[in-house]
């Protein structure tokens, strides 16, 4: 991520643990949704919990997995596959989703939104 | 400029002045119209829409600037002055002239037959007459229904027939030929047609005629010919036509020897000055009682008028007919009565499923010649383009049900593959030839299958015949397909997505593998579908044990085995619905649905319907939905079997069970099918020795209908068949295959299922039943699964830090007194 301590508010969302492997939850903050995943790796990413093609608020309950090697969540709605790297739409290059850097600190999972 | 009269002003003189309208830039013409009729131009063949209350302003076809003459017939034709004299008295001189005066009912000379209360079937007029006289009829007091006779039983009488009884009579056709239909359909086709048109409640009696009407008391009596004497307050007569030549007659020109104004190739009468198209016309002797052959004489005509070459030969004329006749498909192409010498005649007649196939094919059984369809027209668009072609199949098989599927390659380079874009065959086949070589390629660059999807398995086999090898991957995963990839998992003991990635594939996954694969571990009995890593496999629907609906909700469905649902428990339903706000609809299989569940309320809601006794109703997963049923023996007066406790065993037996597909299931009490049975995955008919087992039906964007896989089965026998059939279809169909489409791709099709299903022809039938067995015995409620572990519950909240606060996106409004979603918008919205 670029984005800096300055430049982001962090919010604590939940302990780690409640997130499953390859299954997302979707957050609240403030009233931006946010959808959050942990994949098999460990690594842990967010982004928008809004799927631009159906409006529907339902990302984070896509099924996780990867195309060609970038790790992806597919839409439940329509099923275009997004990048959890950076939010873009693998199946429509003019649409991607929001991306947000996250840090998990004392077991506890941050997640930064621009100030 | 010219002086062109046209005598009759129906469909096919219409058709000619537009053509000529339309092409004669140059203002060469100037046309005359004559009508008999009062009225402009109609379609007549639409004419019987006319009584179920399409006005004859509907019916009226486009309106030309010609000079109209309506209810002015032309009485004379003086063709050494070159003038026509019309009843009026008016006199038209002309450059050329058209007859396109059609042809009259014909009406055989029986005695009694111009008493009132006799018709003919031709004319808006003589509707407007036949519906004034039932409506007087149906009107008059006395006991018991209106009767009416329809004297013939081809196309017309049948149509006839229909009319007068939406007209509210009791219609009986007499048809002297020994079937129905005798022109368009042979022996077999007509007996069937005949049971079909029977059990559509019309009475029929073939090969007599009537030898006389007499009045009675203020009705009629028809008199047959086998001294049966027939009550009717109306007769109608559509027992054939007759070309209007009575005008040609007079004027000289030479008619064919049953009627018909004798023209050539060009729809020219022996008089140069002088056309003949439509019915009125004898092409090489022949008439021709269709309006496609009109119409292509028009259009000869006109070409010919502005001094084009065009020419037409009888074998060009298209005489092919489809038709639905009182909900009973009809068609008929080619040759279909067999006529070409030496043609051969191959015949398909399924009494039971109530179809009848025949092609007819020449002497060296290389070529079609035609063919007749009943009961079952669906292949008519593929069969038609063939006629005069090479047969790409075996004929049997090509008619034969579960036969081969005529699909692409025996398809014209003109036919249309995808008809939402109308990309043509030759235009995928030259996509592939520039190295289009993939389904997703085919639809970048032809658009064919962008669309509804319907015709994606077409471009897959096309792509096949073009020999391009179509990988059975079944993503970028795995290089499997779905049935190798269960064997593997069945074989290996391996059980998890994990452990089978890491053996068998490559990467994480991917929305296409992942719920392949959680289908294929649920088929094989691995506990609740959120155990451990399963819960990762699961699409949304199967991850919340409900249907994902457009604004981000979940509907919620109870399972109601058989449709059968006690006062009680409806009670509940409603109560839930009303406390969560939820919009109730019953489902097109017999349940309730309540939609407009959010996430965080789904655990609540299934608390109190677990509670009133109700289990998951799987609407959500590719697995068993629901076994419709009628009231069978319970209830109905016909019912030969109990429909509902069959219906119920097995839904109970089967719940849960998931497959590559959604699958559903009906069962009717008796013949009369009140269940539909036969538009299921599999669907039982009850018959007064037992159960009948239909398979394959639905088929989702080719509507299809089940056919019979075995016949007069005890219970027992009839669920080890069902057992049988699905562990079978679970264990080799592709992904998101239907039953349908699986049955035809299986080699050999319905004959080799029934030999596995029924013979135990590979072996397998006691695994088949056992892996049923196993997950009989293992079911489980899945939402009371959920309610009874803390730790899966806890999915079930909103947002994860805000556990209890509704999606702030999901708005409703009131529409019928319910709550539906407002609609979201587009891109970007909210975020
Ligand atoms: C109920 C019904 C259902 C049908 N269904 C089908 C079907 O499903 N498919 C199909 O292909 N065909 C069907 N047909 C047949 C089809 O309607 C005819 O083939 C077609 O209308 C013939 O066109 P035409 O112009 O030759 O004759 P018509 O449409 O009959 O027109 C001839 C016109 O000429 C007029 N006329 C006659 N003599 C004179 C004169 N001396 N002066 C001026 N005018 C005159 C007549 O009054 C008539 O209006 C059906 C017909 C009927 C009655
Ligand atoms: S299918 Fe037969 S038994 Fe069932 S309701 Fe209909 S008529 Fe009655």
Same mark, same amino acid.
């Given at each position: 991520?670029?984005?800096?301590?300055?430049?982001?508010?962090?919010?604590?969302?939940?302990?780690?643990?409640?997130?499953?492997?390859?299954? &997302? $939850?979707?957050?609240?903050?403030?009233? =931006?949704?946010?959808?959050? *995943?942990? @994949?098999? %790796? +460990?690594?842990?990413?967010?982004?928008?919990?809004?799927?631009?093609?159906?409006?529907?608020?339902?990302?984070?309950?896509?099924?996780?997995?990867?195309?060609? &090697? $970038?790790?992806?969540?597919?839409?439940? =709605?329509?099923?275009?596959? *997004?990048? @959890?790297? %950076? +939010?873009?739409?693998?199946?429509?290059?003019?649409?991607?989703?929001?991306?947000?850097?996250?840090?998990?600190?004392?077991?506890?999972?941050?997640?930064?939104?621009?100030? | 400029?010219?002086?062109?009269?046209?005598?009759?002003?129906?469909?096919?003189?219409?058709?000619?002045?537009?053509?000529?309208?339309?092409?004669?830039?140059?203002?060469?013409?100037?046309?005359?119209?004559?009508?008999?009729?009062?009225?402009?131009?109609?379609?007549?063949?639409?004419?019987?829409?006319?009584?179920?209350?399409?006005?004859?302003?509907?019916?009226?076809?486009?309106?030309?600037?010609?000079?109209?003459?309506?209810?002015?017939?032309?009485?004379?034709?003086?063709?050494?002055?070159?003038?026509?004299?019309?009843?009026?008295?008016?006199?038209?001189?002309?450059?050329?002239?058209?007859?396109?005066?059609?042809?009259?009912?014909?009406?055989?000379?029986?005695?009694?037959?111009?008493?009132?209360?006799?018709?003919?079937?031709?004319?808006?007029?003589?509707?407007?007459?036949?519906?004034?006289?039932?409506?007087?009829?149906?009107?008059?007091?006395?006991?018991?229904?209106?009767?009416?006779?329809?004297?013939?039983?081809?196309?017309?009488?049948?149509?006839?027939?229909?009319?007068?009884?939406?007209?509210?009579?009791?219609?009986?056709?007499?048809?002297?030929?020994?079937?129905?239909?005798?022109?368009?359909?042979?022996?077999?086709?007509?007996?069937?047609?005949?049971?079909?048109?029977?059990?559509?409640?019309?009475?029929?009696?073939?090969?007599?005629?009537?030898?006389?009407?007499?009045?009675?008391?203020?009705?009629?009596?028809?008199?047959?010919?086998?001294?049966?004497?027939?009550?009717?307050?109306?007769?109608?007569?559509?027992?054939?036509?007759?070309?209007?030549?009575?005008?040609?007659?007079?004027?000289?020109?030479?008619?064919?020897?049953?009627?018909?104004?004798?023209?050539?190739?060009?729809?020219?009468?022996?008089?140069?000055?002088?056309?003949?198209?439509?019915?009125?016309?004898?092409?090489?002797?022949?008439?021709?009682?269709?309006?496609?052959?009109?119409?292509?004489?028009?259009?000869?005509?006109?070409?010919?008028?502005?001094?084009?070459?065009?020419?037409?030969?009888?074998?060009?004329?298209?005489?092919?007919?489809?038709?639905?006749?009182?909900?009973?498909?009809?068609?008929?192409?080619?040759?279909?009565?067999?006529?070409?010498?030496?043609?051969?005649?191959?015949?398909?007649?399924?009494?039971?499923?109530?179809?009848?196939?025949?092609?007819?094919?020449?002497?060296?059984?290389?070529?079609?010649?035609?063919?007749?369809?009943?009961?079952?027209?669906?292949?008519?668009?593929?069969?038609?383009?063939?006629?005069?072609?090479?047969?790409?199949?075996?004929?049997?098989?090509?008619?034969?049900?579960?036969?081969?599927?005529?699909?692409?390659?025996?398809?014209?380079?003109?036919?249309?593959?995808?008809?939402?874009?109308?990309?043509?065959?030759?235009?995928?086949?030259?996509?592939?030839?520039?190295?289009?070589?993939?389904?997703?390629?085919?639809?970048?660059?032809?658009?064919?299958?962008?669309?509804?999807?319907?015709?994606?398995?077409?471009?897959?086999?096309?792509?096949?015949?073009?020999?391009?090898?179509?990988?059975?991957?079944?993503?970028?995963?795995?290089?499997?397909?779905?049935?190798?990839?269960?064997?593997?998992?069945?074989?290996?003991?391996?059980?998890?997505?994990?452990?089978?990635?890491?053996?068998?594939?490559?990467?994480?996954?991917?929305?296409?593998?992942?719920?392949?694969?959680?289908?294929?571990?649920?088929?094989?009995?691995?506990?609740?579908?959120?155990?451990?890593?399963?819960?990762?496999?699961?699409?949304?629907?199967?991850?919340?044990?409900?249907?994902?609906?457009?604004?981000?909700?979940?509907?919620?469905?109870?399972?109601?085995?058989?449709?059968?649902?006690?006062?009680?428990?409806?009670?509940?339903?409603?109560?839930?619905?009303?406390?969560?706000?939820?919009?109730?609809?019953?489902?097109?299989?017999?349940?309730?649905?309540?939609?407009?569940?959010?996430?965080?309320?789904?655990?609540?809601?299934?608390?109190?319907?677990?509670?009133?006794?109700?289990?998951?109703?799987?609407?959500?997963?590719?697995?068993?939905?629901?076994?419709?049923?009628?009231?069978?023996?319970?209830?109905?007066?016909?019912?030969?079997?109990?429909?509902?406790?069959?219906?119920?065993?097995?839904?109970?037996?089967?719940?849960?069970?998931?497959?590559?597909?959604?699958?559903?299931?009906?069962?009717?009490?008796?013949?009369?099918?009140?269940?539909?049975?036969?538009?299921?995955?599999?669907?039982?008919?009850?018959?007064?020795?037992?159960?009948?087992?239909?398979?394959?039906?639905?088929?989702?964007?080719?509507?299809?209908?089940?056919?019979?896989?075995?016949?007069?089965?005890?219970?027992?026998?009839?669920?080890?068949?069902?057992?049988?059939?699905?562990?079978?279809?679970?264990?080799?169909?592709?992904?998101?295959?239907?039953?349908?489409?699986?049955?035809?791709?299986?080699?050999?099709?319905?004959?080799?299922?029934?030999?596995?299903?029924?013979?135990?022809?590979?072996?397998?039938?006691?695994?088949?039943?056992?892996?049923?067995?196993?997950?009989?015995?293992?079911?489980?409620?899945?939402?009371?699964?959920?309610?009874?572990?803390?730790?899966?519950?806890?999915?079930?909240?909103?947002?994860?830090?805000?556990?209890?606060?509704?999606?702030?996106?999901?708005?409703?409004?009131?529409?019928?007194?319910?709550?539906?979603?407002?609609?979201?918008?587009?891109?970007?919205?909210?975020?």
């Amino acid at each position: 991520m670029t984005a800096t301590e300055t430049s982001v508010r962090w919010t604590t969302i939940c302990p780690l643990e409640r997130l499953l492997p390859e299954r &997302g $939850v979707a957050a609240l903050v403030g009233d =931006v949704q946010v959808a959050l *995943f942990r @994949l098999h %790796d +460990g690594s842990v990413h967010a982004v928008g919990n809004v799927d631009p093609f159906s409006g529907a608020a339902v990302m984070s309950r896509g099924i996780v997995g990867d195309r060609g &090697g $970038v790790p992806t969540v597919a839409s439940p =709605v329509y099923k275009q596959a *997004f990048s @959890l790297v %950076d +939010g873009r739409c693998l199946d429509d290059a003019d649409v991607s989703l929001p991306s947000y850097p996250v840090r998990v600190e004392d077991g506890q999972l941050d997640v930064g939104l621009p100030w | 400029m010219l002086e062109l009269v046209v005598i009759g002003n129906g469909m096919v003189g219409h058709r000619l002045v537009q053509a000529l309208c339309d092409r004669d830039s140059a203002g060469e013409w100037h046309i005359t119209v004559l009508g008999e009729e009062a009225r402009p131009a109609y379609d007549r063949v639409a004419l019987s829409s006319y009584v179920d209350g399409v006005s004859a302003e509907d019916l009226t076809l486009p309106s030309l600037t010609v000079d109209l003459h309506l209810g002015d017939p032309a009485v004379a034709v003086d063709r050494d002055a070159r003038r026509v004299t019309t009843e009026s008295g008016r006199v038209l001189p002309y450059d050329a002239l058209v007859l396109a005066t059609g042809s009259v009912p014909f009406v055989p000379p029986v005695p009694g037959r111009d008493l009132p209360g006799c018709f003919v079937y031709r004319t808006l007029d003589d509707l407007d007459a036949i519906r004034a006289a039932a409506a007087e009829a149906v009107a008059r007091p006395g006991a018991g229904r209106r009767s009416a006779v329809v004297v013939g039983g081809g196309l017309l009488g049948l149509e006839a027939a229909r009319a007068l009884r939406s007209l509210g009579l009791s219609p009986q056709v007499v048809e002297i030929a020994p079937r129905l239909m005798p022109v368009q359909v042979d022996e077999g086709g007509g007996a069937l047609l005949r049971r079909l048109v029977e059990s559509a409640e019309l009475a029929v009696r073939c090969g007599v005629s009537v030898n006389g009407i007499a009045e009675d008391r203020g009705r009629l009596v028809a008199t047959l010919s086998d001294g049966v004497e027939l009550d009717a307050d109306l007769v109608v007569f559509s027992a054939g036509i007759r070309p209007a030549d009575a005008l040609a007659r007079a004027a000289g020109l030479p008619v064919g020897e049953r009627g018909g104004v004798l023209v050539d190739e060009r729809c020219r009468t022996s008089d140069e000055h002088v056309w003949a198209i439509g019915e009125v016309a004898a092409l090489e002797g022949r008439t021709y009682g269709l309006v496609a052959p009109g119409y292509a004489m028009a259009e000869v005509v006109a070409d010919r008028l502005l001094g084009g070459r065009a020419t037409m030969t009888p074998e060009e004329l298209d005489m092919s007919t489809q038709l639905k006749m009182l909900g009973v498909d009809v068609a008929s192409f080619g040759d279909a009565q067999a006529t070409t010498p030496g043609a051969l005649e191959v015949v398909v007649n399924d009494p039971v499923a109530g179809t009848y196939a025949k092609l007819v094919v020449s002497d060296d059984a290389r070529t079609l010649l035609g063919g007749v369809l009943v009961g079952d027209a669906s292949k008519y668009a593929a069969l038609r383009p063939l006629v005069g072609s090479p047969l790409p199949a075996d004929p049997v098989a090509m008619i034969a049900p579960g036969g081969v599927e005529l699909g692409a390659d025996a398809l014209p380079d003109s036919a249309q593959i995808c008809s939402c874009n109308a990309v043509t065959k030759g235009a995928v086949v030259h996509a592939i030839g520039d190295g289009a070589d993939t389904v997703p390629a085919l639809k970048a660059c032809t658009r064919a299958g962008t669309s509804c999807g319907s015709c994606v398995p077409l471009l897959k086999k096309l792509l096949v015949d073009s020999g391009v090898q179509v990988s059975k991957a079944l993503c970028e995963h795995f290089a499997f397909s779905r049935a190798e990839l269960f064997e593997i998992v069945a074989s290996t003991g391996i059980r998890t997505f994990s452990g089978l990635v890491d053996e068998h594939g490559t990467g994480r996954g991917c929305d296409i593998c992942k719920p392949a694969v959680a289908s294929i571990l649920a088929s094989l009995g691995t506990g609740h579908v959120h155990d451990g890593e399963q819960a990762a496999l699961q699409d949304t629907n199967d991850h919340f044990l409900a249907n994902l609906q457009r604004n981000g909700t979940y509907s919620v469905v109870p399972r109601l085995p058989g449709g059968e649902v006690s006062p009680e428990q409806l009670i509940i339903i409603g109560e839930v619905a009303r406390d969560f706000g939820l919009y109730t609809k019953i489902t097109g299989g017999q349940r309730i649905d309540m939609f407009g569940a959010r996430v965080e309320q789904l655990p609540a809601i299934w608390r109190r319907l677990v509670d009133a006794g109700f289990e998951s109703g799987h609407a959500y997963g590719k697995s068993l939905r629901t076994v419709k049923s009628c009231v069978g023996t319970t209830w109905c007066r016909y019912g030969v079997q109990d429909s509902v406790g069959l219906a119920v065993a097995l839904e109970l037996r089967y719940r849960g069970l998931r497959a590559p597909h959604k699958f559903k299931s009906g069962v009717s009490g008796c013949a009369r099918e009140c269940a539909e049975a036969r538009s299921k995955d599999f669907g039982i008919i009850a018959t007064d020795q037992g159960w009948n087992l239909y398979v394959g039906g639905n088929g989702g964007f080719t509507p299809r209908h089940a056919e019979l896989l075995a016949s007069d089965l005890d219970t027992a026998t009839l669920v080890r068949y069902i057992d049988r059939y699905l562990m079978f279809y679970i264990r080799t169909a592709d992904r998101l295959q239907r039953t349908a489409p699986w049955i035809e791709s299986l080699e050999g099709g319905l004959d080799h299922l029934r030999a596995v299903v029924v013979e135990d022809s590979l072996g397998i039938a006691a695994d088949l039943e056992a892996a049923m067995e196993q997950h009989v015995g293992s079911y489980a409620d899945e939402w009371r699964g959920v309610l009874e572990d803390e730790e899966k519950l806890a999915r079930f909240v909103s947002f994860v830090n805000a556990p209890d606060t509704p999606d702030p996106l999901v708005r409703t409004r009131e529409e019928r007194g319910q709550r539906v979603p407002v609609a979201l918008g587009l891109p970007g919205v909210g975020a």
